[in-house]
């Protein structure tokens, strides 16, 4: 049986078909040493951070061993754009090398971005916000619709649109969630707020009090509704005595029953009531009398 190498045709062959063009050394291709100061990473690139630890790992064994794995570039105007290796080419520099082993191919700039989003897409190390940035590149430079961005990278349309949102977040949140402080969730639940100058106070408070998902739901449902008043007001967390104490009194009462603790030893205890028949019952639970 043979195995015969997927013609490069550009757009529209499928993700692996892009990837055997990549992965698959034929006999004509040479490995060569190129300068590392002629080398530069591929602009489509969506991965924008790439973890320390692991870049020093790399480095110290390309500082020990060389580079096992030759990166592909391809020719430009000054040098070279990487196609595929760059972790391998940050850490070389890392590791002083001043070559790296690399196989240069002709490849059109359309297959280099498609390829370049991909890659890193089955990688899934990329953060929230660079995978929706990833969908826009796509979807902007290829004139692609978010349905066949959906197709060329094996997801539903509707993931696609919630990924694209995260883009309309303000800078200052958009920063957070880049930088890990806010998950994919609490950005999506952001976006929910009506009045969206309110989102970066939100998504500070929701930082600093460690909302989660469900809080943060709540909490954007209740100013959607009432204002924006409760947006810095902080959400009490009651301790277990205090929640068992309310419990307990809301049995005996028959109503419910609220504790605010306010400072340390202090805080204030209401009894909810319907009508005045009903705090009369509750008067007479407590034994007390007006006559």
Do not use: C, W
Request: net charge positive.
């Amino acid at each position: 049986m043979t195995n015969k190498k997927a013609k490069n045709t550009g757009l529209g062959r499928g993700i692996d078909a892009l990837f055997a063009d990549i992965n698959n050394v034929n006999d004509i291709e040479q490995v060569e040493e190129l300068d590392l100061d002629k080398v530069r990473p591929n602009p489509y690139q969506p991965r924008k951070t790439f973890d320390a630890d692991s870049l020093k790992e790399l480095a110290e064994s390309i500082r020990e061993n060389g580079v096992f794995q030759p990166i592909i570039v391809r020719a430009s105007i000054n040098g070279y754009e990487i196609i595929a290796g760059e972790r391998r080419y940050r850490a070389s520099k890392l590791a002083k090398k001043e070559t790296i082993p690399a196989i240069v191919r002709e490849m059109e700039e359309s297959t280099m971005m498609e390829i370049a989003v991909i890659e890193n897409l089955q990688r899934e190390d990329l953060t929230p916000l660079e995978e929706a940035q990833a969908y826009e590149m796509l979807q902007k430079n290829l004139g692609l619709t978010q349905d066949q961005v959906s197709k060329r990278v094996g997801k539903s349309r509707p993931y696609i649109a919630n990924y694209l949102r995260l883009l309309s977040l303000p800078m200052k949140t958009k920063k957070s969630l880049q930088a890990g402080d806010l998950s994919m969730g609490q950005a999506r639940t952001l976006l929910g707020l009506r009045k969206k100058e309110d989102i970066d106070t939100l998504a500070s408070r929701t930082i600093k009090e460690g909302l989660t998902v469900r809080q943060l739901e709540t909490l954007v449902a209740k100013i959607n509704e009432t204002g924006n008043e409760t947006v810095t007001k902080p959400i009490i967390k009651k301790s277990p005595f205090v929640r068992a104490s309310e419990a307990k009194l809301a049995d005996k009462f028959g109503t419910k029953v609220n504790i605010t603790e306010t400072t340390k030893g202090k805080g204030k205890l209401s009894i909810d009531f319907v009508s005045t028949d009903d705090l009369n019952r509750i008067l007479d639970i407590l034994a007390i009398s007006l006559d």
